[in-house]
């Protein structure tokens, strides 16, 4: 009998198990992240649902609440800094479902 090779929610990638909820799109959009008063400006290296790569690296902003806003018109987005690594700061969203919808739509219009 075989064993599946994937539970649910998880996806299978190079070995290891990929437990994002969301798919994650590659981006080199610009953006703004903005953490108390002084805005980090930077690009967004990937992006879901769920929460985006940002680069710069950011440690010292681990466990923050902010607001990055996407390009020069797009969304702005309540999310939280989770972790950075690798050069780049790992947010997670925090999204009102006005701004999931938003942000819905920018990766249909993207994809």
Do not use: W
């Not at 994002?20 to 799109?25: F, G, P």
């Not at 797009?74 to 690798?86: D, F, W």
């Not at 009102?96 to 920018?106: D, H, K, N, V």
């Amino acid at each position: 009998m075989s064993q599946p090779t994937t539970a649910i929610g998880e996806r299978a990638f190079a070995g290891r198990a990929d437990r994002r909820l969301y798919h994650r799109y590659d981006m080199g959009l610009r953006a703004r992240l903005r953490v108390g008063e002084a805005p980090i400006d930077g690009r967004i290296t990937d992006l879901s649902l769920g929460g985006a790569g940002f680069a710069p690296e950011r440690g010292d902003l681990v466990g923050a609440v902010g607001e990055l806003a996407l390009g020069e018109t797009g969304p702005r987005l309540t999310c939280k800094v989770v972790s950075a690594a690798a050069g780049c700061t790992h947010l997670v969203f925090l999204l009102s479902e006005a701004e999931e919808a938003e942000l819905a739509m920018l990766l249909v219009a993207n994809a």
